[in-house]
């Protein structure tokens, strides 16, 4: 008589499957690798978490919830916009380079390149991202509002473009650049920020800084 299948743990399974495909993306993730990722076989991968299509799903909310999510958090935790895009561009020079996980953005590089027939895939993926765009702008928008940004700020502008630095962080850890040479951008970024607060609050920044560095 056959003994019954090995139980497995979902949740690990999960997060092994997650890695590979941070790692090498959608399309350049087979269920052969799955298999050999996870520790089981295709039909109970199947069984589990339905097709591959939906545990790439799960995966990427997974990420979202723990590595990648630091970006939301940062941006509803910190007291200030300056503060919360400060942090988030901290935290993903850190987290992109983190010893012993995949490099860069799982949501930003693991459908880089993909077939017609995965459309949809990318079209989610796509989605997660403006979706991340949308709140740095409305974080900024709200600075604005309480006078931490100066009336006449493009928000929108703004945000784009923490939103490209974000993207453009992604990349560069993925091609290897290290952690200190990702936050040696960071001043640059912040001085942007600050060239659109007001006039007032511009010399407490400097001056904020300043003693930051001694």
């Not at 989610?124 to 931490?148: C, D």
């Not at 453009?168 to 060239?195: H, K, N, T």
Request: glycine share 8%; aromatic share 6%; hydrophobic share 45%.
């Amino acid at each position: 008589m056959a003994g019954r299948p090995r139980e497995f743990d979902r949740d690990e399974a999960l997060l092994r499957a997650r890695d590979a495909f941070w790692a090498r993306g959608y399309e350049g993730t087979s269920m052969s690798d799955l298999v050999s990722e996870m520790g089981i076989a295709s039909a109970r991968i199947y069984a589990a978490f339905g097709s591959k299509e939906d545990l790439f799903r799960e995966a990427v909310l997974l990420y979202e919830a723990r590595e990648g999510g630091f970006a939301t958090r940062a941006l509803a935790e910190e007291p200030t916009a300056r503060s919360a895009i400060e942090r988030m561009m901290r935290e993903a020079a850190a987290t992109y380079t983190r010893p012993g996980k995949p490099r860069g953005c799982m949501v930003v590089t693991a459908a880089t390149n993909i077939a017609k027939d995965n459309d949809p895939i990318l079209a989610w993926l796509t989605e997660h991202r403006r979706a991340r765009t949308a709140s740095i702008v409305r974080r900024l928008e709200q600075a604005v509002v309480e006078g931490e940004l100066a009336p006449d700020t493009d928000a929108q502008a703004l945000g784009d473009l923490f939103a490209i630095l974000m993207h453009g962080i992604s990349v560069q850890a993925r091609d290897g650049v290290s952690e200190e040479r990702l936050l040696a951008v960071l001043p640059l970024a912040m001085d942007a920020f600050d060239r659109h607060a007001p006039a007032k609050k511009r010399g407490v920044v400097g001056a904020s800084a300043v003693r930051r560095e001694r």
